[in-house]
């Protein structure tokens, strides 16, 4: 699955602003940090005032923030919100595409499945979790034991 180029800089934009909750960024800055141009950045900071997750400080001084804690912000429910209107592949539009294949198709039940199993796992993250410490995916799972031959080239070297 891919996420809309959109989708992932609204992200990196609260993640930013989630590093520092309690000020505000001046978009020319935001946008140097993000290597992203300013009107650009513009589009992305009114969405993400339209959906009420930052607020904007006017004047020579203004700039934006958060407008809830990170901790309140769900990652699944963001992304979901900001794709809603994206087709996963070509049968998932709103006219049903021009599949030829149907109704013996199968395909179109095992990535809905596979959807909603990915905005169900990033349902569990708030934009809180993806900032400080170890990233969610490493405390889940062990970090694989390297064979026998890597530890003693390692040993080696």
């Known amino acids: 699955m891919r996420l809309l180029t959109s989708t992932d800089l609204s992200l990196r934009v609260l993640m930013r602003l989630s590093a520092t909750p309690d000020a505000h960024v001046n978009t020319d800055v935001l946008a140097r940090e993000l290597a992203v141009s300013r009107h650009h950045l513009h589009k992305i900071v009114q969405y993400l005032v339209e959906v009420r997750l930052v607020r904007t400080i006017r004047g020579a001084r203004g700039g934006v923030m958060l407008a809830q804690p990170a901790s ?17 592949v070509e049968c998932f539009r709103p006219d ?14 095992m990535l809905a499945s596979a959807k909603d199993a990915f905005y169900q796992y990033l349902d569990r993250y708030t934009l809180a979790d993806c900032l400080a410490g ?24």
């Open 96 to 109: 049903g595409g021009a599949c030829t294949l149907l109704p013996r198709c199968r395909l179109r039940g």
């Open 72 to 88: 309140e912000i769900r990652v699944g429910e963001f992304v979901r919100g900001h794709e809603q209107d994206q087709a996963l």
């Open 134 to 157: 170890p990233s969610p995916s490493a405390r889940e799972r062990p970090k694989p034991k390297r064979s026998l031959a890597v530890r003693a080239k390692a040993s080696q070297g």
